[in-house]
């Protein structure tokens, strides 16, 4: 099975951007369709983003389509979220999930019950 560890969260101040990178290892990164969801103090988890095994198709969160930019680097084994002008309203935990049986190569699962295997997260503060 594989692992995966985040990193590239921090406390910055609204309007600021971050890029947060999710390492893989134990089987290759090409084998997953890879998401990020991110949990607010209080809140359910939400999605954020996904990105299918190729690299060709991604999904997006409502609320982050045109600031967010999901990507991959198979070869590295990574997957990255580019995250720009942020708001406070997106302090959360973040985190990178793996889905290995995915049902749509066109359109990389938005469910969190979808995905096998996650992250231990990173958090992200977004001051005001």
């Known amino acids: 099975q594989v692992q995966l560890v985040e990193s590239g969260g921090g406390l910055v101040q609204a309007g600021a951007s971050l890029r947060l990178s999710c390492a893989a290892s134990g089987r290759p990164l090409s084998s997953y369709d890879m998401g990020w969801f991110r949990q607010a103090p209080g809140k359910d988890r939400e999605f954020v983003a996904s990105?299918?095994?190729?690299?060709?198709?991604?999904n997006y969160a409502d609320s982050v389509k045109g600031r967010f930019t999901i990507s991959r680097d198979n070869v590295k084994n990574t997957v990255y979220l580019q995250i720009n002008s942020l708001k406070p309203e997106e302090t959360a935990v973040y985190y990178c999930?793996?889905?290995?049986?995915?049902?749509?190569?066109?359109?990389?699962?938005?469910?969190?019950?979808?995905?096998?295997?996650w992250g231990q997260g990173t958090q992200v503060t977004v001051s005001s």
């Open positions: 999930a793996a889905d290995s049986s995915p049902r749509n190569y066109y359109s990389p699962a938005i469910d969190a019950d979808e995905y096998d295997f």
């Open positions: 990105i299918n095994w190729r690299g060709t198709f991604r």
